[in-house]
């Protein structure tokens, strides 16, 4: 596949470059969101899981529109929670956000995310039927 039918975009993660990612990559109709974890441009966190996923949210949302799509788009997402009691809190959160697309989800207990402070990571999935990377 050649490089100029792959778009991607970057969120300012210090790990992009370090370990070599996009934040999300969109090829054709399809577009796929990394792990993004609720990370503040200073490096800060907030403290609560639903705070975290919401943060996470408005990250995957701001990357999905830089490459031509919205929430209404998205088909799947998976949720990494390091406790299992922050379920509700996030749930809620990715309610707000996905509540009208009601993509595939998952929700997933770790034992442990990157950075001790995250308590929630989220990946996501869109899919833009017959509009390619020109029709953006």
């Given amino acids: 596949m050649s490089d100029d039918s792959r778009r991607r975009t970057a969120s300012g993660s210090p790990f992009e470059g370090s370990i070599g990612f996009s934040r999300a990559v969109r090829v054709g109709s399809r577009i796929v969101v990394s792990g993004t974890a609720p990370i503040w441009a ?66 997933v207990v770790v034992a442990g995310l990157l950075d001790p402070r995250w308590k929630v990571e989220i990946e996501a999935e869109a899919e833009l039927g017959d509009r390619r990377p020109s029709d953006s």
């Fill in 42 to 107: 200073d490096g800060s966190c907030p403290d609560d899981a639903g705070s975290q996923a919401s943060r996470c949210l408005e990250i995957v949302v701001a990357a999905l529109a830089e490459l031509g799509a919205s929430a209404d788009d998205v088909i799947r997402t998976r949720m990494y929670l390091v406790d299992p009691a922050d379920a509700d809190p996030v749930g809620v959160a990715h309610a707000a956000v996905f509540g009208r697309a009601r993509p595939a989800a998952t929700m």
